[in-house]
Nanobody, 120 residues
Framework: QVQLVESGGGLVQAGGSLRLSCVASGRTFSMYRMGWFRQAPGKEREFVAARWMNEGSTFYADSVKGRFTIARDNAKNTVYLQMNSLKPEDTAVYYC?????????????WGQGTQVTVSS
């Protein structure tokens, strides 16, 4: 079983930066893909960024491309979301998710979320 714990959220002014962390524990050696999602008040949860763990490829939502970067630290079993040039519309609860194996076909483990608030 895999567990995910996010941290790093907070309040920042528009144009500022934050780095979110997602620490994975448990059976992490076979994880296929890690992702970040977000949900703003009154809106559906939306995809932000993903990283395939073996090949290292990444994918971003158009709304964050060029501003956000998803990276990993193998030694710390941690995936990061570096968020630069933040905008008020980036305000949301951010969730880390894992697809624990390729055959699962979906994100099957989720963290508890961390709040990001960007003031104008």
């Amino acid at each position: 079983q895999v567990q995910l714990v996010e941290s790093g959220g907070g309040l920042v002014q528009a144009g500022g930066s934050l780095r979110l962390s997602c620490v994975a524990s448990g059976r992490t050696f076979s994880m296929y893909r890690m992702g970040w999602f977000r949900q703003a008040p009154g809106k559906e949860r939306e995809f932000v960024a993903a990283r395939w763990m073996n090949e290292g490829s990444t994918f971003y939502a158009d709304s964050v491309k060029g501003r956000f970067t998803i990276a990993r630290d193998n030694a710390k079993n941690t995936v990061y979301l570096q968020m630069n040039s933040l905008k008020p519309e980036d305000t949301a609860v951010y969730y880390c998710a894992a697809q624990t194996s390729r055959v699962v076909g979906r994100y099957d483990v989720w963290g508890q979320g961390t709040q990001v608030t960007v003031s104008s």
